[in-house]
């Protein structure tokens, strides 16, 4: 367990007015700020009423202080919990309070990372606090509740154990020629090792649903004027959004909504008509939906299904870059008389629907969902990108050392590439990560946690 010398304090509510708010205090000075807070340190770990007094001993709140003893906190270090009355004053005299008996003010997730410095959580459940926190939907808090009690984190851990095991049978087989038995042409070896990789492949599936559900993807709702685009985010976002009129040219800027599907985060971006401006405000616009259009993971390309593909969709189609995926909306149908549902056409899929009258909507809704691959979120843990890519060069490196053992026979070469594997996997939970990493996952949290 590292020791931290100095003391930090945050206001750990959030801003604004409530009917209680909270002042974390963590570190070895945790008691002697109590004392003189307080007037003595409370009981571990009994709640207990008290006037918090200001430097000449007149009271700032009355409230509930909580004492946390070394090692038996969240952070691993003396904890002191100051619970008062949520407004926004109060919360500022008692952290100012806290900070004039010798604390500083936290950084933001200073006090996860103490706990993650401390023992107290692996790395991926110091991020599902943040994920937990920050969660829109009831899905993305079970699964990241899934991820704060240690289900990703055992899963690495149990793949990391047969890594070692298989490092400590290659390497022995290494360093022990002489043995009679050959124990690399065991078959039962590259049995294993080809095991692992289906698990490793398996549990990035998982991630990969995990990875949905904290972060989503980006649609872009684009077409020229007067197609329907911005009745369509109306119709996703189930509000009036967006402004709609008859006139072509209405939306002028781009417009973004955040919808859910089965608690999985779509971001909907509904951009200007996509034509020669005629003004400059138009123009500016237009430049603004093509800038969008480049940075989402797929397009909705909205056409009028009266007129179907003019020349202006297929400019639309061919200016859109390299690989990018696009779903074509057929809107309208409640003019042009056809069915709702989803083919396969000229330009890819496309959903006919009517985003006046709803019609459609939930076939659209099903095909982003099917296009991701995404589950419903049921049973998942929550994961992020760094898990995806780790994950990703683990099973890379088991799978080049299996080919090595198979190929050429070379013991040598597997045990790099299990290490390397072992390594890589370390990374998730936090076992082997870097200073510049912890900076960067753990200054996105909120202050106070």
Known sequence: MTSSTDTIAAVATPPGRGGVGIVRVSGPKADKIAEALLGACPHPRHAHLASFRDEEGAPIDT?????????????????????????????????????????????PGEFSERAFLNGKLDLVQAEAVADLIETNSVQGARSAMRSLQGEFSTCIRELV????????????????????????????????????????????????????????????????????KSRLLNALAGRETAIVTELPGTTRDVLREQILIDGMPVHVIDTAGLREGEDVVEREGVRRAWLEIERADRVLLVVDDRAGYTSVEERILER?????????????????????????????????????????????????????????GEGTFMARRRHLDALQRAESAVAEGARCLEQQAAGELLAEELRIAQQTLGEITGEFTSDDLLGRIFSSFCIGK
Request: proline fraction near 5%; glycine fraction near 12%; charged fraction near 20%.
């Open 320 to 376: 859109l870059p390299a690989g990018l995926a696009c779903s074509v909306i057929r809107n309208k149908i409640d003019l042009s008389g056809a069915s709702p549902g989803v083919d396969t056409g000229p330009h890819g899929p496309e959903i006919r629907l009517s985003a006046l009258t709803g019609c459609g909507i939930d076939e659209l809704r099903g095909h982003l969902r099917q296009l991701v691959g995404y589950t419903g």
């Open 161 to 228: 154990d047969r890594l070692i095991e298989l490092r400590m049978y290659v390497e022995s087989a290494i360093d022990f020629p002489e043995e009679e038995i050959d124990f690399l042409a065991d078959a039962s070896l590259g049995l294993r090792v080809h095991a692992l990789v289906g698990d490793l492949a398996e549990l990035q599936t998982q991630a990969q649903q995990g990875a949905l559900l904290r972060d989503g993807i980006t649609v872009v709702i684009a077409g020229q004027p007067n197609v329907g």
């Open 63 to 107: 409230g509930i202080a909580l004492y946390f003893p070394a090692p038996h906190s969240f952070t691993g270090e003396s904890v002191l919990e100051l619970h008062g009355h949520g407004g926004p004053v109060v919360m500022d005299r008692l952290l100012q309070r806290s900070l004039s008996l010798g604390a500083r003010l936290a950084r």
